[in-house]
């Protein structure tokens, strides 16, 4: 938990809502390539990991109900 709680607030406000369980440290890599890319805007860094996200989805949709499931391309 200590571990959580040294995550920065912008991440943790994304992670309250965040669909997948992301355990800190994962979190916390994944936030600083976002933050990175997004050249410090912690929105655009929001946004790349809402996609990141959702491409996992979408990829563990494909790997458990195949690709003809409606969610999965």
């Known amino acids: 938990m200590s571990e959580f709680d040294r995550l ?3 991440l943790r406000l994304w992670l ?6 992301w ?4 979190a916390a890599r994944a936030w600083r390539k976002a ?3 997004s050249y410090g805007d ?6 790349r990991l809402d996609f ?3 491409a996992r989805l979408r990829a563990d949709t494909r790997a458990i109900w ?5 969610h999965a391309s």
């Open 16 to 21: 309250a809502q965040a669909a997948l369980p």
């Open 52 to 54: 990141l996200e959702q």
């Open 66 to 70: 195949g690709d003809d499931y409606p």
């Open 35 to 37: 933050l990175r890319e």
């Open 23 to 26: 355990s800190p440290r994962s």
């Open 8 to 10: 920065p607030p912008e």
């Open 42 to 47: 912690t929105r655009r860094a929001h946004t």
